[in-house]
């Protein structure tokens, strides 16, 4: 992995490259066991560009237990995972139109002391979501992912970059 600050995004937004699922894992896992709640979480990104696989290192960086299988919620639109705070994963795949929370039932779970993570949040009015963070996935090449970070607070961009400061230094495998 790589960080890149400069030349892949706007100024300032802490920006991964991953190279396998395993990286993203273990990277989502370590920002899952520095993370406060509230938080909501937009993620964004094609099909198979490691939006779940984000998830599954942030469950268990926030204490999910490993006997629950982290998987997308896309038939059932939100699971619920318990941990040192609870995980709220949502899943919009399979919507095809912009939706309100009411709608969907979720209005519940925003604003909570949890953590909500929206995978296809692009399909909501992301000003009703209101995200504390948007992680966006782009797929580079077979293997490798482009992850860029923004809409956080300075505080959650820097221990971001500390994640992936961690990351490069620690040359995770």
């Known amino acids: 992995m790589a960080v890149r600050e400069r030349g892949n995004g706007p100024p300032d937004v802490p920006t991964l490259i991953s190279r396998s699922a395993r990286r993203t894992r273990r990277a989502a896992r370590r920002i899952g066991a520095l993370v406060q709640a509230p938080l909501t979480i937009a993620l964004k990104g094609d099909l198979g560009s490691g939006k779940t696989v984000f998830v599954q290192g942030l469950a268990a960086g926030l204490g999910v237990p490993a006997a629950f299988r982290v998987t997308s919620p896309t038939y059932t639109l939100v699971n619920e995972y318990p941990g040192r705070c609870v995980l709220y994963h949502v899943d919009l795949y399979r ?34 979501l209101a995200p504390s963070l948007e992680v966006c996935f782009k797929t580079v090449a077979e293997t490798e992912r482009r992850i860029q970070f923004s809409g956080c ?10 994640v992936i400061k961690q990351i490069e230094e620690q040359q995770w495998g």
Do not use: F
């Open 95 to 128: 919507l095809a139109y912009p939706v309100d929370l009411a709608e969907l039932g979720l209005e519940d779970t925003t604003g909570r002391e949890g953590v909500v993570a929206v995978e296809w949040a692009d399909r909501m009015d992301a000003a009703e």
């Open 153 to 162: 607070s300075r505080q959650l961009a820097d221990l971001i970059r500390g």
